[in-house]
């Protein structure tokens, strides 16, 4: 399976259990500390498909307070182009700069670039396509994407 442009993330559609796995301070290139708990997400198509929305609510994550975060992910034809943001009530009134890729045979690969506690630094958003149990991953580069560091990993599964 190749792109299927805006139908690329078809599979995300609907309500989740989410289970999460995370580096406990992401903005620490020396950090190997893990934390795991559990979050809960629904997901659904905006302007007749070309895009969707999604909310996910961690109730009782071991590095804070609950918090909710929302991501919007648009598609666009003309670049056959993923663009992907997010927000979340940990950073109130901020919407990240957008993460950009595409899919190739069910593997979504998406880059991006942020500043984190002060920390200038490139992402790398992973997506493995599965209707039943897609899995998301995150990796931080704090040497301009010569080297990549997995800190956080979802593993999706349908409610």
Same mark, same amino acid.
């Given at each position: 399976m190749t792109s299927g442009g805006e139908h690329d993330f078809d599979f995300i559609y609907g309500r989740w259990n989410v289970h999460n796995r995370k580096m406990r301070d992401n903005s620490?290139? $020396?950090?190997d500390e893990w934390i795991e708990f559990q979050g809960t997400e629904e997901a659904l198509p905006v302007l007749d498909g070309a895009g969707h929305?999604?909310?996910i609510h961690f109730l009782d994550p071991p590095d804070g307070p609950p918090f909710v975060g929302m991501t919007l992910r648009l598609y666009d034809p003309i670049s056959d182009t993923w663009r992907i943001w997010w927000s979340s009530t940990r950073a109130p009134g901020r919407l990240d700069p957008p993460m950009s890729g $595409?899919?190739?045979d069910g593997h979504g690969?998406?880059?991006g670039e942020d500043v984190v506690n002060g920390r200038a630094i490139r992402l790398r958003f992973d997506w493995y396509a599965?209707?039943?149990t897609p899995r998301w991953e995150q990796r931080f580069s704090f040497d301009r994407g010569e080297t990549w560091i997995l800190n956080w990993v979802m593993r999706l599964t349908r409610r």
């Open positions: 620490d290139p $020396g950090c929305i999604d909310q $595409g899919f190739e690969v998406f880059f599965d209707t039943d």
